[in-house]
């Protein structure tokens, strides 16, 4: 993930109604782990044994995830907030495109 798509997933986040430190925490960290692909961002439940209390957002059920929580509506804004930034681009943010 580009600086550009992280800070556009900081702005959609903040939209989202989230502190500016936890947007920033959840950008930063699902940075380092997201990948381009062709599916949409969705929330899975955790299949790790002994703790399927937490969800998880990734493309897939058995993929990487690239934010983990206890709170449902906290993975939703993010998968949300990704699936809005690779939609849409500077639509989703009011953050501009480099160029234009």
């Known amino acids: 993930m580009d600086d550009i798509l992280c800070r556009r997933l900081i702005h959609a986040l903040k939209n989202h109604r989230w502190a500016s430190i936890d947007a920033e925490r959840a950008a ?38 690239v934010f983990d929580s206890l709170v449902e509506g906290r993975a939703r804004d993010v998968a949300n907030a990704l699936n809005e930034v690779e939609r849409h681009g500077s639509d989703a943010t009011g953050i501009p495109l480099i160029g234009n």
Do not use: I, K
């Open 28 to 65: 930063t960290g699902a940075a380092g782990l997201y990948q381009d692909g062709d599916m949409d961002w969705r929330v899975w439940r955790s299949q790790a044994t002994g703790d399927p209390s937490f969800f998880r957002v990734a493309r897939q059920e058995s993929a990487v995830s």
